[in-house]
């Protein structure tokens, strides 16, 4: 890793991802306006982008923030903005809130979920230099995050207006590379074991490859995953129980309703408080130590 670091420009090194983390108290209530909700399992209404929420209080807090999940609005427990809120709110803005402001309101909210991609591959990114094994590409890793960065600490046109798809294209390919690296170990573990026409499987069966996999349902309990690549799969209502997902490459699974109960996710690549928040767990579920425990999980 480069030793010629500018503090400014990459903070966020330095402050083990805590810019990255939800302050509600420090943000507009932006989640709670800026996007939309359709009426479904995960809220009980319709709400148009730029509409503020019902349940959004003078102050910016939610008025039944206790009793989100009881009165419906199960998606608002698990979003995420990795702190995207208070950087547009205090940063991008400098503190002028979209009601003492009308004028600022549309641009806030053209430039919240672009911030908010943003602030998801500051946190990959941040994640892939803190492994060992990358120290091949961790100069690429850094200029990534320092490019990053300066998009992030633009004005508010110039945020709205990114190419985030683009830039998240350039991202992937390390991160890509950053999977491969830190899982190599792991799968060269499996080496001496047999192979099957679908790839390296592991104790039980579990193919070590299900990127993009549809594993709706899988019953995939005890199953060996360390290692494995389980990018972007599907794994909504998965039976995870006492799974060994160690060093898995979850970067975009869906883990709604997935059962974690008892499965070990130490050290897992990627994987996000808004996924741990979608699924189902219990205080036998071990996580890696970036992320908090839900409160909705339960006992064992």
Not at 38 to 50: C, L, Q
Not at 268 to 277: D, G, I, P, R, Y
Request: with cysteine.
């Amino acid at each position: 890793m480069s030793s010629e670091r500018d503090p400014v420009a990459l903070p966020l090194l330095e402050d083990d991802r805590a810019a990255l983390r939800a302050d509600c108290g420090s943000c507009f209530g932006l989640c709670c306006v800026a996007l939309t909700f359709s009426a479904s399992s995960d809220f009980p209404v319709n709400k148009d982008a730029g509409k503020p929420c019902t349940n959004l209080q003078e102050d910016f807090r939610c008025g039944i923030h206790r009793d989100l999940r009881d009165k419906g609005y199960r998606g608002c427990t698990v979003y995420d903005c990795f702190g995207a809120g208070q950087r547009v709110s205090q940063g991008t803005f400098e503190g002028r809130d979209w009601r003492r402001d009308p004028a600022t309101a549309r641009r806030m909210f053209a430039v919240f979920p672009v911030m908010r991609q943003l602030h998801e591959l500051l946190w990959y990114l941040t994640e892939a230099l803190s492994f060992p094994q990358t120290r091949p590409i961790a100069a690429d890793l850094e200029r990534a995050l320092a490019e990053t960065e300066r998009l992030a600490l633009g004005g508010p046109d110039a945020v709205a207006g990114t190419d985030v798809a683009a830039h998240r294209q350039q991202v992937n390919l390390l991160l890509l590379r950053t999977s491969e690296l830190v899982r190599a170990e792991h799968l060269g573990q499996e080496s001496g074991k047999g192979k099957s026409k679908g790839g390296k499987r592991g104790k039980g069966g579990a193919k070590k490859d299900r990127r993009g996999a549809d594993l709706i349902g899988a019953r995939l309990r005890g199953a060996d995953l360390k290692g494995a690549d389980l990018r972007g799969s599907y794994l909504i209502g998965a039976d995870l129980r006492d799974a060994d997902l160690r060093a898995a490459d979850l970067i975009g699974a869906d883990f709604r309703d997935a059962d974690l109960r008892g499965a070990d996710l130490t050290g897992a690549l990627f994987l996000t408080q808004s996924q741990v928040n979608a699924a189902r767990g219990d205080d036998r579920t071990k996580l890696p130590d970036s992320l908090n425990r839900p409160g909705h999980w339960s006992q064992a």
